[in-house]
T-cell receptor, first 118, second 115 residues
């Protein structure tokens, strides 16, 4: 069963703690993305990675960090420097079509992680 | 600046009536345009995309969208709305800078279909 998984579904963080959100995909996609969603603000890009061992900052990277050591995994760490981390976090991936046709960058999303700061 | 606008925060329609959710864009070059739907506390689901070719694109769940280059619009439509279509809808456009490509997103439109 192909797709993108995110864990945990709900996460609670105490102030001053770092937490890591997991994102795994078995779609063989090269590119992966992390978004933050707040009510009324749509999706805001945190980080993205278009190939293993490389990633770029998005629009709101401050207070977050990522790694891309494996093609299928793109974990996001919310550090204590992120002052308002309570939000819904979405991971997505995109990749080449079957037969090597270049990607149209259609993104496929995981179910999300809701992070709450206590 | 490259951008996507969804001018309506909320759209209300009666079940069985046609629905339209509006999207306009500003991007250099030929646009790749997308529509997604999000149900409460869920991830986004891909509905349809326009890359090239026919201006009328058909997608999942009976939705379609019309690309209008002169008006820089990509409105989402459905001939007959269902209560189960009630959700949050996002329009997006691909932008690229060198080898880096990403989607920029509208703020979303909440669709309410009333029985």
């Amino acid at each position: 069963d192909g797709g993108i998984t995110q864990s945990p579904k709900y996460l609670f963080r105490k102030e001053g703690q770092n937490v890591t959100l997991s994102c795994e995909q078995n779609l063989n996609h090269d590119a992966m993305y992390w978004y933050r969603q707040d009510p009324g603000q749509g999706l805001r890009l945190i980080y993205y990675s278009q190939i293993v061992n490389d990633f770029q900052k998005g629009d709101i990277a401050e207070g977050y960090s990522v790694s891309r050591e494996k093609k299928e995994s793109f974990p996001l760490t919310v550090t204590s420097a992120q002052k308002n981390p309570t939000a819904f976090y979405l991971c997505a991936s995109s990749g080449d079509l079957a037969g090597g046709t270049p990607s149209t960058d259609t993104q496929y999303f995981g179910p999300g992680t809701r992070l709450t700061v206590l | 600046a490259q951008s996507v606008a969804q001018p309506e925060d909320q759209v209300n329609v009666a079940e069985g009536n046609p629905l339209t959710v509006k999207c306009t864009y500003s991007v250099s070059g030929n646009p790749y345009l997308f529509w997604y739907v999000q149900y409460p506390n869920r991830g986004l689901q891909f509905l349809l995309k326009y890359i090239t070719g026919d201006n009328l694109v058909k997608g999942s769940y009976g939705f379609e969208a019309e690309f209008n280059k002169s008006q820089t619009s990509f409105h989402l439509k459905k001939p007959s709305a269902l209560v189960s279509d009630s959700a949050l809808y996002f329009c997006a456009v691909r932008v690229s800078a060198g080898n880096n490509r990403k989607l920029i997103w509208g703020l979303g439109t909440s669709l309410a279909v009333n029985p």
